[in-house]
Nanobody
């Protein structure tokens, strides 16, 4: 199994910045995609940003040019630098990983979620 532990999050003013980090641990054989999703109250969980093990990235249109995802393959970590935050970015942010482990075939894994609140 894979455990994903997130850090960062909290309250930030509009226009501010915040960084989320996620570390994966477990009996990982191969880590494919890592990324971030978010879920606002009353809304479905949506993709924010994703990076594969070759470094190709994908962003939601709503965060392009404001958010930057980065990954360290050797450490199985992924980070999300969020700039120019808006109130509509308020949500619970979930770390995601797509991995193969010593005891399981390729599967999806999720962190416990971290709250990001953008408000003055």
């Amino acid at each position: 199994q894979v455990q994903l532990v997130e850090s960062g999050g909290g309250l930030v003013q509009p226009g501010g910045s915040q960084k989320l980090s996620c570390a994966a641990s477990g009996s990982i054989l191969s880590m494919y995609h890592m990324g971030w999703y978010r879920q606002a109250p009353g809304k479905q969980r949506e993709l924010v940003a994703m990076v594969n093990n070759a470094g190709s990235v994908k962003y939601a249109d709503s965060v392009k040019a404001r958010f930057t995802i980065s990954r360290e393959n050797a450490k199985n970590t992924v980070s999300l630098q969020m700039n120019s935050l808006k109130p509509e970015d308020t949500a619970v942010y979930y770390c995601y990983a797509d991995a193969e482990t010593m005891v399981a075939t390729r599967d999806d894994y999720w962190g416990q979620g971290t709250q990001v609140t953008v408000s003055s």
